[in-house]
């Protein structure tokens, strides 16, 4: 009786098992995992040696690649503006509870129910938001925030408005599937000596490359106090003169006021 020629299967007899040295969360194989790494670490350097928001983003970046390559695990590449072939789930889901958080207050010579009206208003939360995000509208409560990152690659996500109580208090939390999960409120209290209103922003998030990530930010001094208190700084300047403060009219573009 002939025999089958060698390395051919017989009908019926189990194939051999293939192995891959892909990661089964991310899909990367050995190979991609050392570019991934190789690509953030280059970006993360890049990125503090720039000192800026710039390259705060460009840390970000890096610091996410590099993580991704380093435990073959992370988000999906949908965080660089890349789709992953379905669709997201639009409900709420902030940080993790051991998020970094940042909280500052400023007194702001307006009153409360004004001010409040501001932080609804995309176009002009775009101006305040503007040194570091373009902020558009998404829907009825919803928002939608785009970051610049390397190589013309963004950092994105929509945010949605969670509690609200007009002139004293408003909420949010970014949806599934962002690049950045965050919270956050907006305060507004009476300030003492009727000056105005006490405005305070608390902001919780988990940046691109968890820990590593966030070491990076801190070290830029960029994110994420400075990036709060600038936010607040040209939330007062706006809501006071119209006007956000430029580099060209004050290049340490502070605004004045107490900011705590």
Request: hydrophobic share 35%; proline share 9%.
């Amino acid at each position: 009786m002939s025999q089958p020629p060698q390395g051919v299967p017989t009908a019926g007899a189990p194939e051999e098992p293939h192995t891959s040295n892909r990661s089964p969360t991310t899909g990367l194989d050995s190979w991609e995992r050392v570019a991934s790494a190789a690509a953030g670490g280059a970006l993360v350097v890049r990125g503090l040696r720039r000192r800026s928001a710039g390259g705060a983003a460009m840390a970000l970046a890096g610091g996410w690649l590099l993580a991704r390559g380093v435990s073959g695990r992370g988000r999906p590449v949908r965080a660089f503006g890349k789709g992953t072939g379905g669709e997201t789930d639009r409900e709420g889901h902030g940080p993790p509870a051991d998020a970094p958080e940042v909280e500052r207050s400023v007194t702001v010579g307006r009153p409360a129910d004004e001010l409040s009206e501001v932080w609804h208003d995309p176009e002009r939360l775009s101006h305040i938001a503007g040194h570091f995000a373009e902020v558009t509208g998404a829907g009825v409560e919803r928002l939608h925030w785009t970051v610049p990152g390397p190589l013309g690659r963004t950092l994105s996500w929509e945010t949605r408005v969670v509690e609200e109580r007009p002139g004293e208090l408003l909420r949010w939390e970014s949806l599934d599937g962002a690049s950045v999960p965050n919270e956050g409120e907006i305060r507004f209290e009476p300030a003492p000596g009727d000056r105005g209103t006490e405005v305070t922003l608390r902001v919780r998030f988990d940046p691109p490359g968890g820990g590593f990530g966030d070491a990076a930010m801190r070290l830029l001094g960029v994110v994420p106090d400075t990036l709060v208190g600038k936010t607040l700084r040209r939330f007062k300047s706006l809501a006071e003169t119209g006007e956000v403060p430029t580099l060209a009219g004050n290049p340490s573009a502070r605004g004045s006021g107490d900011l705590v």
